[in-house]
Every structure is written in C-alpha cells, then in structure tokens.
C-alpha cells in the first residue's frame, strides 16, 4: 500500500510541475515499472519479464490504435 502511495505522491508531483503531457506519462510509466520489477526481484522469482521502454510500449499502443 505504501508504495501505491508513493507512486501517487510522485504523479502528483510531476503534474504539478508544469511538465507536458508526454513527460508525465512517461514518468508515470517508467515508476511503475520500477516497482514492477522491484517486487518481481523481492519475491525472488526467476522469470521477471523484461522491461520495455516507453518508446517501445507507446510504439505498440500506437500500432494497435491506428485503422486497419
């Protein structure tokens, strides 16, 4: 729980600095994944998935959103 807090104090934050849209959203992504891969790393799995880049995971949202 704390560190659902934590990742909602650091959005807030961002947002409230004045940064634009995309950078929020990258943060926000980059966070996340942080914490991903901290807890994978915690409970000491061995198939952790690998971390993808924003670029990469805003590549495919774009592929999977544009018409066909």
Do not use: H, W
């Not at 980059?30 to 061995?46: A, G, Y």
């Not at 774009?62 to 018409?67: M, R």
């Amino acid at each position: 729980m704390t560190q659902v807090f934590r990742v909602l104090c650091l959005a807030l934050i961002v947002l409230a600095s004045g940064c634009s849209a995309d950078t929020a959203r990258r943060t926000t992504y980059e966070t996340l994944q942080n914490v991903r891969q901290r807890e994978c790393m915690k409970n000491l799995t061995p198939d952790c998935d690998k971390r993808e880049t924003y670029d990469d995971y805003e590549r495919k949202r774009k592929e999977l959103d544009s018409p066909k």
